[in-house]
């Protein structure tokens, strides 16, 4: 009966380190991606700042109505 109980929480911990294996793998990917967005945007952002916003020279009074 020992032997059994024994056997049993082996196979039950293999399957719970398991799970957490997958959520480890899973966390990962999803850090990788939120890396790679971040990255992404903070290229866009360095690059976007020397745009040149040509729309207040046609409108020159558009400030008055934000």
Request: proline share 3%; aromatic share 8%.
């Amino acid at each position: 009966m020992q032997l059994n109980v024994s056997a049993t929480q082996e196979i039950v911990e293999l399957i719970l380190d398991a799970n957490r294996n997958n959520l480890l793998a899973l966390d990962l990917k999803v850090s990788i991606v939120t890396m790679g967005l971040g990255a992404g945007a903070l290229f866009a952002s360095l690059f976007g700042m020397n745009v040149r916003i040509i729309m207040p020279n046609y409108y020159p009074n558009s400030w008055r109505s934000i």
